[in-house]
C-alpha cells in the first residue's frame, strides 16, 4: 500500500484532518517536530508516525523516503513550505498543503520544471484556500473565454486557527495584492473596495492579498486579478490608517509578540461552530467591451472543507500520473468542490 504523510498534524487543521482520515479507515503516517503531541495522537488514532523538523532538506528528504504524497498542515507555510517541497523533489514525493500564501504559491510554480524532471506534482493551496475560488475562477473563465479581468469573493464567519492567524499577522506588514497585466503587485491595505452580494445580501468589501491572486492566473489566463471580502467601514478605515505604520508591523520583535498572543488566545472554531457556519463565494468576469458574468455559491465551512477537500486531494494525487506545478481545478477539474461536497 502506497505511504502518506500529514505533517503538521498537531496543528488546528492537521488534527482535524488526521482524525477526519481515521473515520474515512485511511491510514496516514502523521508527522511534526513535537514529539510528545505527535506520539500521543498517533497511539489515539492507530496510525503510524514520524518526528522531524523542517531545519535541513537533505534529512527531510531521508524521512520521506517511503512517502508518497506529503500533505503539509504547519503553517505559516512561509516557515515551513520551502524545505519541505525541495525535500519533496528530492525524495520524488507529491507535495500538497493547505496554505493560502500568494508567496508559496509563486514558489511552487516556480519549481515546475524541477518538479516534472523528478515526476511530482507540486501542488499547494487543497482546502479551503484555495479549492473553492480556484474552481469557481475555471467556470467563470469558461463562460467568458475572453475575460481580461476576474474578481472572487468570499464571506465566511469562520474565525481563525492559530496557524492562519498568524499568516495574518504576517500579511499585515506585507500589504496588499492584486494582479495587474499579468503581474503581481503590491498595493497598500484595504487597496480597493466595492459593494458585492456574496449569496447573503449585498455587503461593502475589501481587497486582500488571497491566494488566488497567484493561482486564478494559473488556471485561467485572466491578467487582471482582485480577492475581496466583507468589511465594515471601520474596519477599512483602520487598516488604511495601518498602511503609515506598515513597516513597523514588518519587525521581528513585533511579529513576534504578536505571535505569541495568538498562541495564547487563539485556539479556532468550535466542531458547533464549524457544523454551523456556512461559506458563500462570489466571482465576476469581465472582458474588454465591459460585459460582465457573475457566478455564486455556498460551500460548507471553510475548515470543514479544508479537511475533506485535502483528503479527496491526496486520493487523486495517489492515483495520478502528471507531474510539476498545479492549482486544485487543473490537477483534478473545476467540478472538484462538487465532488467534495457530495
Not at 67 to 72: K, P
Not at 196 to 223: Q, R
Amino acid at each position: 500500500m502506497k505511504k502518506w504523510m500529514i505533517y503538521g498534524a498537531n496543528g488546528y487543521s492537521g488534527d482535524l484532518i488526521a482524525k477526519q482520515a481515521q473515520l474515512q479507515n485511511l491510514q496516514p503516517v502523521i508527522a511534526g517536530r513535537n514529539s510528545e503531541t505527535i506520539k500521543s495522537l498517533a497511539e489515539k488514532l492507530g496510525f503510524e508516525y514520524q518526528v522531524f523538523d523542517l531545519a535541513d532538506t537533505d534529512a527531510v528528504a531521508e524521512q520521506l523516503q517511503e512517502i508518497e504524497v506529503v500533505l503539509n498542515c504547519a503553517g505559516p507555510f512561509s516557515m515551513t513550505a520551502q524545505v519541505m517541497i525541495n525535500a519533496c523533489i528530492q525524495s520524488k514525493t507529491h507535495y500538497l498543503d493547505i496554505t493560502g500564501e500568494i508567496e508559496i504559491f509563486e514558489l511552487a510554480k516556480s519549481l515546475d520544471q524541477q518538479a516534472k524532471d523528478a515526476g511530482v506534482v507540486l501542488c499547494p493551496g487543497v482546502g479551503f484556500d484555495v479549492i473553492p475560488t480556484d474552481c469557481l475562477a475555471s467556470q467563470l473563465k469558461t463562460l467568458m473565454p475572453d475575460a481580461t479581468h476576474l474578481a472572487l469573493g468570499f464571506d465566511s464567519k469562520s474565525g481563525f486557527s492559530p496557524g492562519t492567524a498568524k499568516t495574518s499577522v504576517e500579511g499585515l506588514a506585507q500589504g496588499g495584492k492584486i494582479r495587474k497585466d499579468g503581474q503581481i503587485i503590491k498595493v497598500p491595505l484595504a487597496y480597493k473596495t466595492r459593494k458585492i452580494d456574496f449569496g447573503n445580501g449585498e455587503k461593502l468589501a475589501m481587497s486582500i492579498p488571497w491566494g488566488d491572486v497567484s493561482t486564478a492566473h494559473f488556471t485561467t489566463d485572466i491578467p487582471n486579478i482582485e480577492v475581496y471580502i466583507p468589511a465594515s467601514p471601520n474596519l477599512v478605515k483602520k487598516l488604511k490608517k495601518m498602511n503609515y505604520i506598515r513597516p513597523l508591523l514588518g519587525l521581528g520583535f513585533v511579529q513576534n509578540f504578536l505571535k505569541k498572543r495568538i498562541d495564547k488566545t487563539v485556539k479556532g472554531p468550535t466542531d458547533k461552530q464549524r457544523a454551523q457556519l456556512k461559506t458563500y463565494l462570489w466571482g465576476e468576469v469581465t472582458n474588454a467591451k465591459g460585459e460582465s458574468k457573475q457566478l455564486r455559491l455556498i460551500t460548507s465551512n471553510g475548515y470543514t472543507l479544508t479537511v475533506t477537500g485535502s483528503l479527496k486531494m491526496v486520493e487523486h494525487t495517489l492515483k495520478t500520473d502528471k507531474s510539476g506545478y498545479y492549482t486544485p481545478s487543473t490537477l483534478v477539474n473545476d467540478k472538484l468542490l462538487e465532488e467534495i461536497e457530495s
